[in-house]
């Protein structure tokens, strides 16, 4: 091991000091006997083998159930380079409220070590760091999210991502512990020093809190490392489409938590002859290949997966995925040893224990699974999975998907006029709040950019610019095509787009688009596909369906630019000029069509 990590790994126990150290090879037998003890301990529950293989189900504090934003911090020396939409405090002030925290947090827990590497092993794509937690429920989430064990080690060097994970609940000799331990809310914090390449999270033990590969490093931490060097980190899926021509194309798609990707990513076309198959469902770094495209990886090698929802109707690659090997947390049991959620099967079974451990009927009021209950399996499980899908070169992308849910106002599918206009529409995205975090605020819309509001590790209008300048430095390259897509919008509570497997017929329109087919018409947000653009066949779309669908009202539209107008304000004077000219025109062109009518 590096001197680094080691002289790291001792100051780090000196000052959580836990029981003891485990040093986390990466094996199967390691795995399959931390899961042993679990179920021992009464921290997991290992589901019927029968019905589902090498599965267990876990069931989190019913107050650790979702990313905590306001308890997410980004420390820089100065205020300035987090930016207004990241909680800030000064690094060496944030660093002793956490060390005092930290002071014995690990007292009668063990502490793991686990190397790590986001990306393939050995890639120059990718980025490996160490995460010390003294939670099993991590560990065994890390192995399958991530590449772990001794074969990281040799590429662990001075840039390591240092990532510190406890859950805030030591124990007293003696004192019995709890099946999922974690601090009070107001104890929670989820920091990250990009300037030191590292994050220090304490008191949560749930998803992108605790699993520092994800969102903490292969979005914060990287997204301020990829500025540095030249790239983008953003949260996307990747997917691999084959035409019934045989012709390969890459896209990726950036929409905000719980708002499609891994569906997308796990689509099975209704078209006929076409073919698609997964790279990834949450996170891509994308570089600049030799070739002139812009390449992407996937850094996970594992789904962590909304799991309500999904079901062999909407998505039958994630069913076959989970079907074995897979970590369930807050989902429902059933009384034959399964796991059910809501809409997983169109009526629910007469009787469960719910994600609380209570007795569940039909009648009872509350849902069975918690809406942000989870699937982790790996991404080998899929029977999608593109055999390339590891290839430490990356995919070359040909179109970049911006989205979100938006019960009105954004049509089904629109397509930037150029990639400036792309980045500018990827600034503007709005969603409803879903239950993916701990809000208030859910089902409003707030402004997402780039699906990355709460993921950025840095200044908002850097990371535009960062986009604008790779547009403009590359723009005698295969640049990605950007489009927009909300598959979310409704008429009297429904959905007016049947989404899932139907969204290839939207993909189908996007890759004629790349292929430089007409196919479309100018309208004062972008391209839009009239009828005959889109290949419905065997969907029945009423012409009037149709045109609620894309239509543009002008009262929403004078709206929702009075919306942007105000989230621009945030940048202050740092509003790149070149999105400020596109709202400016977006404000324009709907005036022209007003003065017309
Ligand atoms: P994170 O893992 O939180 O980043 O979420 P995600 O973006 O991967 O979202 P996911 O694919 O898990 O979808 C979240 C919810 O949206 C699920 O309940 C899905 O059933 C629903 N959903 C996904 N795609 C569609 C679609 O095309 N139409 C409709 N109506 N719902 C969809
Ligand atoms: C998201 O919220 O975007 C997720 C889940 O993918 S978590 O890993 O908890 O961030
Ligand atoms: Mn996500």
């Not at 083998?49 to 306001?70: G, I, Q, T």
């Not at 991404?379 to 989205?403: R, T, W, Y």
């Not at 792309?422 to 975090?437: D, N, P």
């Not at 004062?524 to 779309?541: E, H, N, V």
Request: some cysteine; overall charge negative; aromatic content about 10%.
């Amino acid at each position: 091991m590096h001197s680094m990590a080691t002289a790291w790994i001792e100051d780090i126990a000196k000052l959580t000091r836990p029981d003891r150290i485990v040093y986390w090879h990466g094996t199967t037998e390691e795995y399959d006997s931390l899961l042993e003890e679990m179920v021992h301990a009464g921290k997991a529950i290992r589901l019927n083998p029968k019905k589902r293989p090498n599965s267990y189900l876990f069931r989190s504090d019913p107050s650790d159930v979702a990313r905590v934003e306001n308890r997410t911090f980004i420390s820089t020396k100065n205020q300035r380079d987090a930016g207004p939409t990241n909680n800030w405090v000064e690094t060496s002030e944030l660093m002793a409220t956490m060390s005092k925290l930290y002071e014995g947090c690990m007292q009668g827990r063990t502490m793991y070590m686990i190397p790590f590497s986001m990306g393939p092993i050995g890639s120059r794509f990718s980025k490996v760091g160490i995460e010390l937690t003294d939670s099993p429920y991590v560990v065994v989430h890390m192995h399958i999210m991530t590449r772990t064990g001794d074969h990281v080690l040799p590429y662990v060097d001075e840039h390591f991502i240092k990532a510190i994970h406890s859950v805030g609940a030591p124990l007293k000799p003696g004192q019995k512990d709890v099946p999922w331990p974690c601090a009070p809310i107001e104890e929670k914090y989820i920091s990250h020093f990009p300037e030191e390449n590292t994050i220090w999270s304490y008191g949560s033990g749930y998803g992108g809190n605790a699993l520092l590969g994800k969102k903490c490093f292969a979005l914060r931490i990287a997204s301020a490392l990829a500025r540095k060097e030249g790239w983008l980190a953003e949260h996307m899926l990747i997917l691999k489409l084959t035409d019934p021509d045989g012709e390969v194309r890459y896209v990726t798609g950036a929409f905000p938590s719980a708002c499609g990707k891994t569906n997308l990513a796990m689509i099975r076309p209704s078209l006929p002859g076409w073919k698609a198959e997964i790279l990834g469902d949450d996170i891509a770094w994308l570089r600049m290949g030799d070739d002139g495209w812009m390449h992407a990886i996937n850094p996970e090698a594992g789904f962590f997966g909304v799991a309500p929802g999904t079901s062999y109707r909407s998505n039958p690659n994630a069913m076959a995925t989970v079907s074995k090997d897979t970590l369930f947390t807050n989902v429902a049991l059933t009384d034959d040893g399964d796991v059910w959620w809501e809409d997983m099967t169109p009526t629910a079974p007469d009787h469960l224990i719910d994600w609380q451990g209570r007795d569940w009927t039909p009648l009872s009021k509350e849902k069975a699974a918690h809406p942000n209950s989870r699937f982790t399996s790996p991404i080998k499980n899929n029977p999608a999975v593109a055999p390339n899908f590891e290839d430490p070169d990356g995919v070359p992308i040909s179109a970049i998907l911006f989205g979100g849910r938006r019960p009105n106002t954004i049509p089904l599918i629109h397509e930037s006029f150029n990639f400036q206009h792309g980045v500018f529409l990827g600034s503007i995205m709005g969603s409803e709040i879903t239950k993916a975090v701990i809000s208030k605020d859910y089902g409003k819309v707030r402004r997402d950019p780039f699906a990355m509001l709460p993921f950025i590790g840095y200044h908002i209008a850097d990371y535009v610019s960062h986009w604008l300048e790779i547009g403009e430095k590359y723009k005698h390259e295969h640049l990605p095509r950007i489009f927009y897509i909300n598959w979310f919008r409704k008429k009297d509570g429904k959905y007016l787009w049947p989404g899932f497997s139907e969204n290839s017929r939207i993909l189908k329109w996007i890759l004629k688009r790349c292929e430089g087919e007409k196919g479309a018409r100018k309208s004062a947000i972008g391209y839009m596909p009239r009828k005959q653009d889109l290949d419905l066949k065997g969907l029945s779309i009423s012409e009037t369906q149709f045109d609620e669908m894309f239509a543009l009202n002008p009262e929403e539209w004078r709206q929702e630019i009075a919306s942007i107008e105000e989230h621009y304000q945030i940048y202050g004077d740092l509003l790149p000029k070149k999105l400020r000219e596109e709202l400016d025109q977006l404000e324009a062109r709907f005036a022209a069509i007003h003065l017309t009518k």
